[in-house]
């Protein structure tokens, strides 16, 4: 059993070349056995997100990657758990370039579609040219909305059953509850739908009534996804009174709940900052094809509920951390806030 006292334990941070020669073969995703703690600390937040791709995904015929902005975070929260129910990562670019880092993780992926998520003003097509002269071979195509709410809409219809009839709901004008619920949503191979805070966009209103839709899991507390956001979203589901609510006095106690609604018994928890988003967006397919929550810590310590979340779990016997130390300290497991 993991307890508190037991964190120090959890065989330090280890070397980003770890996950660099970590071994991966057989299925495009290859969950990595993590044992101790392990990070993935790139110089940037584009090699960042190649670490943690290195460390559970393995070339192989028929493979995909997305690519999103890794300037703004909202078409990325669309594109994780898009990527994880097709078993692929989720890479991150500049606007002004393909970073070097997420170059070399594409050749080394070799993938057969590269779907790229986000429109021209946040991936531009240069980029989007740049890939294509990098692979090739494979298929490279872009899903956008008008907005983010339209596409994350645009998201769960291209890549997800049209008959798809539960889904994850988070506020889309913030990162932090709704990287959580992405990752949720990989896990179960749901999408993510983003609202507004007081009002639910046409976009997801128009998705609601295409098909029948049964569950929603509403990610944040009320000053997120408000009680009115949550009761018109009911109203479309063909079950009663099926929103569930999933939060917590903040985001990291929010990531929190989720980790003990979810993943009771996880032997894997990937943590990132909830300050900033790059990191944690790129960690969620990884957490998904792992069966991980993605706890959200400040940054140099761990709020209350996450400690107890993973001094509770007793098959807890790894832990990813994505980003460097400035972003998730040394220690900071061990650190109650």
Known sequence: MLTKRHFAGLAGAVAAAVLATAPAAGAVSTPFVYS???RADGPDRYATAALVSRG??????GSTVFLASGESFADALAAGPAAAHLDGPLLLTAA???PAATRAELARLAPA?????GGSDRVPEAVVDAVRALLPSATVDRTAGADRYATAVAVAQRFFPTGQVSFVLARGDAFPDAVTGAALAGWRGEPLLLTAPERLPE???TWLSAA???RATVVGGPESVSATVAARTDLFLTAPQAVTRLSGADRYATSAAV???AHPRSTVAVVATGRTFPDALAAVPVAAVNGAPLLLVPGNCSPAATGDYLAGNGALRGVLVAGDSSAVADGALE???
């Open 36 to 38: 101790g703690t392990v």
């Open 56 to 61: 559970s995904f393995a070339p192989s015929p």
């Open 96 to 98: 002004g370039g393909l």
């Open 113 to 117: 579609s590269v779907h790229v998520v």
């Open 203 to 205: 976009a997801v209103t």
């Open 212 to 214: 029948e839709r049964t």
């Open 259 to 261: 980790a003990r609604a």
């Open 335 to 337: 650190r109650a806030c």
